[in-house]
Each structure stands twice: as structure tokens, then as C-alpha cells.
């Protein structure tokens, strides 16, 4: 059986993928700071206290994980808050490029003996993140640190591709959840899509950044 891991699995889309990739073959690892009962209900293996933005963290999930092949890794935890010109926050900013940014990249490194040929590592992104489709401003931290983890979804992907290993870059759509006050398309059509766009895209199209609706995105 494939193996599937997915942080920030309690709750919107990580849960709801959790609840598909199962549909699809997978068995599936929940990677999450603090588990719930819909989660629970799924019947993926749960790894709680799993916080992104944490080094120990991390290489205590990489520790569960150990000599377990993963063939799908969906980095998707994230955060969002609101800054403006007229009131930024740097420390929240931060904290945003910890989790949205850095986040990913500290699991894909931490899991990367747990990567093969054929495996696929998606980045859970924004296109609010894309200098070209920037229109409205704002939401500094957010579009700051969207815009980096897409910089370093295009590395991993330059650098895993002799390995035969493959990154893709995906925006979600706007998804009806906490982080965006259930504003949006329900978080199961959003993950059917995301899982979807994962099974038509190949090693020929790493580092690429796609709606999950199959448009291609700017950057």
C-alpha cells in the first residue's frame, strides 16, 4: 500500500484529505500540533504535537517515521493573519514565514530518507503568493511568506529531480475554513481537486505552480 503523510491534518483541508487519500489506496499519516475527533474518525495513523515551525518537532516526526517509505508528502500547514501598510505586525510576519515558508522546507529535508523514486512532494501555497496576479495589496506576511515557499518549492524541486523525486507548487483555491473565516468552496471539493491535480502531474512538471482547478499559475 502507498503511503501518504500530510501536516497540519486536524482540521479544513488536511482533514479532508486524510478522510480521500484512503479512497485512492493510501494509508495515511496525520501530522498535526493537537489532534481532534473528526480526525480521529478518519483512521489515519495521527502523530499529535507535530508543530512545523519547530526543529525538535520535526525531527521527532522524522524519528516516528523512520525507514517507512513515503510516496506522497503534502506540506499543508499554514497560518494567515492580516497585515496592512497601516498596521504591520512584524512578529506575526514572522511567525508566517516560520510555518508558511520555512515550515515545508524543514519536513521535506527532515523526510528525505523516507523519499524514493516516484515519490511526490506537494507544497500546500497561495497564489496570492505570485508577484504577477498581485492586485489588491496587503496581507503582507501571508503574501511574503507564500511568496518564499514558493522560491523554495522551485530548489527542492531542482534538486530532488536526479533523484526522481518531484515537488508541485499548489494553490487550494479559496477553501471555506478557519483561516479564512468560512469564506469559499467547501475544504472536500478543494481536496479532491488538490489530490486530483497530484495524480495527473508527473516528474516533467516538477517545480511547476498550479490552481488546483488545473490552471497553471504565474509567479
Known sequence: MKRAVVTGANRGIGLELCRQLPVQGYEVVAACRKTSKDLEQSGARIIAGID????????????ALKEKTIDLLINNAGILTSEMLSNLDFERMRRQFEVNALGPLRVTQALLPNLKEGSKVAIITSRVGSLADNR???????????????????????????????????????VATKLTGGVGIAAAE?????????????????????????????W
Open 52 to 63: 512545523v515551525a519547530d526543529d525538535a518537532s520535526i525531527a521527532g516526526l522524522a524519528r
Open 136 to 174: 489588491s495589496g496587503g496581507y503582507y506576511g501571508y503574501r511574503m511568506s507564500k511568496a518564499a515557499v514558493n522560491m523554495a518549492g522551485v530548489n527542492l524541486a531542482l534538486d530532488l529531480r536526479p533523484k526522481g523525486i518531484a515537488v508541485f507548487l499548489l494553490h487550494p483555491g479559496l
Open 190 to 218: 478543494s481536496a479532491a481537486n488538490l489530490l486530483a491535480r497530484l495524480a495527473t502531474l508527473t516528474i516533467e512538471q516538477t517545480g511547476t505552480f498550479w490552481h488546483a482547478n488545473g490552471d497553471s499559475l504565474p
